[in-house]
C-alpha cells in the first residue's frame, strides 16, 4: 500500500532554517505530484507548496512564497521541502500528500503521511 513518512521537523528559532523530508513507497513515485499542507492548532489544514511529478512545476502558498522551496528526488523516491527564515506563524504539523493526475492547491490528494512537528519560536 502507499506510505508517505515524513522527517525533519523540530524546533528552531525565529530566523532559522529546517529540511522536510517525506519518503514515498508503494506507488510510481515519479509519475504522481507531490505537495505539503500544515495544520495549526485550532485552525483548518492549509496548502503549503506543490511539486509537478517531474518536478519541473512548482506553486507556493503566498505566506511561504520566497521562504520555501520544494524539490524532488524521483531516485529515492522523496520530496523536500526547504523551510527558510521561518516565523513563529509557520509553527504547525507538516504533512506531505500525493496525488495522481493533477497537482496543486486545489487537487483532491489521495493519500496523506502522519506529519512532523515544526516549532518555530520567537
Known amino acids: 500500500q502507499v506510505q508517505l513518512v515524513e522527517s525533519g521537523g523540530g524546533l528552531v528559532q525565529a530566523g532559522g532554517s529546517l529540511r522536510l523530508s517525506c519518503a514515498a513507497s508503494?506507488?510510481?513515485?515519479?509519475?504522481?505530484?507531490m505537495a505539503w499542507f500544515r495544520q495549526a492548532p485550532g485552525k483548518e489544514r492549509e496548502f503549503v507548496a506543490a511539486i509537478s511529478y517531474s518536478g519541473g512545476k512548482t506553486y507556493f502558498a503566498d505566506s511561504v512564497k520566497g521562504r520555501f522551496t520544494i524539490s524532488r528526488d524521483n531516485t529515492k523516491n522523496t520530496v523536500y521541502l526547504q523551510m527558510n527564515s521561518l516565523k513563529p506563524e509557520d509553527t504547525a504539523v507538516y504533512y506531505c500528500?500525493?496525488?495522481?493526475?493533477?497537482?496543486?492547491?486545489?487537487?483532491?490528494?489521495?493519500?496523506w503521511g502522519q506529519g512532523t512537528q515544526v516549532t518555530v519560536s520567537s
Open positions: 500528500a500525493t496525488v495522481l493526475g493533477g497537482w496543486g492547491p486545489t487537487s483532491h490528494y489521495d493519500y
Open positions: 508503494g506507488l510510481t513515485f515519479s509519475s504522481y505530484s
